[in-house]
């Protein structure tokens, strides 16, 4: 009996300790359970709220002209891809795209991707920090309403997609966030003065660019420093394309376009030394320059840019072509500049050069390089449609035939 109630007693407490055992599995596999469905709920309204905020974004970008059917996310799309496209396309509409005709940056981009992180919860515009740029917003207003106007007329959209271009172009400019520059626009046969509001800080000015088959490069540079009385280095290809066969035929081209000749030391020569008609494109060891004064090429200021193309802003011994044509594309792909004083005194910061300047002319000068208290940015672009300094929408000729 005794023996009994032993084993009656141990098998109690054996199917206790397996109750508990067997409860405490139970209630953690409850527990795990509630919280895998808590885990999955709030994983679900992370997933909601993120493609709520890339919904916003994407509203938003479609309105200043970014093509956001690049940022769609699939159905089945996670929080961290989801996430990732959001933060792309608010890179982009901040910064833009580099745009396809840029040859050359001569400017250190700035890019913060930091701020991208405070859009996860809440979209604002004001997260972008260049919407107070006055032409952006001005032409975001055109761009809105041409794009209402499309609805009923197919044909605006080439005009949308031009617009769309010039908006990109100044996100691009974000990148180097310069307080003022110099944009010369080609097709606008244009160069303005501008601070980081959008200000004008001078007239707008006439500038004459290069010829369709002489293209002036799009590029971001600065302006290194500034040469008065500046000798103008002809290029080897115009020397030996242009001049040579000029000179073969009768060496006074030379005296009368005020040309030198200098050698491999850059010592100048006597033109008549030279057995011209032995030398060739490929044959030709020498350095053609042109003496300063006004008769020279480059005019009396040249603004020397940082790139490797030879391609600068200067003045012109030709100054008349501002008034007497329109045809603003026919240099050899520098930008001569109608009002090379004003801007050079702007760069400069104190009026280094006079009203009479331009017209004394002074001669035997030797070239006198400026400094510039610091480097200046130029942005050299191709903005078929843009704004005026009045706001109004333009859209210019296509004169390399290249906005297609």
């Given at each position: 009996?005794?023996?009994?109630?032993?084993?009656?007693?141990?098998a109690v407490?054996?199917?206790?300790?397996?109750?508990?055992?067997?409860?405490?599995?139970?209630?953690?596999w409850?527990?795990?359970?509630?919280?895998?469905?808590?885990?999955?709920?709030q994983q679900?309204?992370m997933?909601?709220?993120?493609k709520q905020?890339?919904?916003?974004?994407?509203?938003?970008?479609?309105?200043?002209g970014?093509?956001?059917?690049?940022?769609?996310?699939?159905?089945?799309?996670?929080?961290?891809?989801?996430?990732?496209?959001?933060?792309?396309l608010?890179?982009?509409?901040?910064?833009?795209?580099?745009?396809?005709m840029?040859v050359?940056?001569g400017l250190?981009?700035?890019?913060?991707?930091?701020?991208?992180?405070?859009?996860?919860?809440s979209?604002?515009?004001?997260?972008?920090s260049?919407?107070?740029f006055m032409?952006?917003?001005?032409?975001?207003?055109?761009?809105?309403?041409?794009?209402?106007?499309?609805?009923?007329?197919?044909a605006?959209a080439?005009?949308?997609?031009?617009?769309?271009?010039?908006?990109?172009?100044?996100?691009?400019?974000?990148?180097f966030?310069?307080?003022?520059?110099?944009l010369?626009?080609i097709?606008?046969?244009?160069?303005?003065?501008l601070?980081?509001?959008?200000r004008?800080?001078?007239?707008?000015?006439?500038?004459?660019?290069?010829?369709?088959d002489?293209?002036?490069?799009?590029?971001?540079?600065?302006?290194?420093?500034?040469?008065?009385y500046?000798?103008?280095?002809?290029?080897?290809?115009?020397?030996?394309?242009?001049?040579l066969?000029?000179?073969?035929?009768?060496?006074?081209?030379?005296?009368?376009?005020?040309?030198?000749?200098?050698?491999?030391?850059?010592?100048?020569?006597?033109p008549?030394?030279?057995?011209?008609?032995?030398?060739?494109?490929?044959?030709?060891?020498?350095?053609?320059?042109?003496?300063?004064?006004?008769?020279?090429?480059?005019g009396?200021?040249?603004?020397?840019?940082?790139?490797?193309?030879?391609?600068?802003?200067?003045?012109?011994?030709?100054r008349?072509?501002?008034?007497?044509?329109?045809?603003r594309?026919?240099?050899?792909g520098?930008?001569?500049?109608?009002?090379?004083?004003?801007?050079a005194?702007?760069?400069l910061?104190?009026?280094?050069?006079?009203?009479g300047?331009?017209?004394?002319?002074?001669?035997?000068?030797k070239?006198?390089?400026?400094?510039?208290p610091?480097?200046?940015?130029?942005?050299i672009?191709?903005?078929?449609?843009?704004?005026?300094?009045?706001?109004?929408?333009?859209?210019?000729?296509d004169?390399?035939?290249v906005?297609?």
């Amino acid at each position: 009996m005794e023996k009994r109630k032993l084993w009656i007693g141990a098998a109690v407490v054996v199917a206790l300790v397996v109750l508990f055992f067997v409860g405490r599995e139970i209630s953690n596999w409850q527990q795990n359970k509630q919280a895998a469905s808590t885990e999955q709920a709030q994983q679900k309204r992370m997933v909601a709220q993120a493609k709520q905020t890339l919904h916003q974004v994407c509203r938003y970008a479609d309105s200043v002209g970014i093509d956001t059917s690049r940022f769609t996310v699939a159905t089945s799309a996670t929080f961290d891809e989801i996430t990732s496209k959001t933060h792309q396309l608010l890179m982009e509409a901040r910064y833009g795209k580099k745009p396809s005709m840029m040859v050359f940056d001569g400017l250190d981009e700035k890019l913060d991707s930091a701020w991208v992180a405070k859009a996860d919860t809440s979209f604002t515009p004001s997260l972008l920090s260049n919407t107070s740029f006055m032409p952006y917003k001005q032409l975001v207003g055109h761009y809105n309403r041409l794009r209402n106007q499309s609805k009923n007329n197919p044909a605006i959209a080439d005009s949308l997609r031009l617009v769309r271009q010039t908006l990109n172009f100044y996100r691009y400019i974000n990148r180097f966030e310069p307080d003022r520059f110099v944009l010369v626009n080609i097709p606008a046969g244009e160069l303005n003065v501008l601070d980081k509001t959008g200000r004008h800080m001078l007239p707008a000015m006439r500038v004459i660019a290069g010829k369709k088959d002489k293209r002036t490069p799009c590029m971001t540079t600065y302006i290194k420093d500034i040469v008065a009385y500046p000798y103008w280095n002809v290029p080897k290809s115009i020397a030996t394309k242009e001049m040579l066969p000029k000179i073969q035929k009768d060496v006074a081209f030379l005296y009368n376009q005020n040309l030198e000749v200098l050698d491999s030391r850059n010592k100048v020569v006597d033109p008549e030394d030279v057995d011209w008609n032995e030398l060739s494109e490929t044959n030709f060891p020498y350095r053609i320059r042109q003496a300063s004064g006004c008769e020279n090429s480059l005019g009396l200021i040249k603004f020397d840019l940082e790139n490797p193309l030879a391609i600068y802003l200067h003045d012109t011994n030709g100054r008349d072509l501002f008034t007497v044509t329109n045809d603003r594309w026919r240099s050899h792909g520098c930008v001569r500049v109608q009002k090379p004083v004003e801007l050079a005194n702007f760069v400069l910061g104190k009026e280094t050069f006079d009203a009479g300047f331009m017209n004394r002319c002074l001669i035997d000068q030797k070239p006198q390089t400026l400094s510039i208290p610091k480097p200046f940015p130029v942005f050299i672009t191709y903005n078929v449609a843009d704004v005026d300094a009045a706001g109004r929408l333009r859209f210019y000729k296509d004169v390399y035939e290249v906005a297609k």
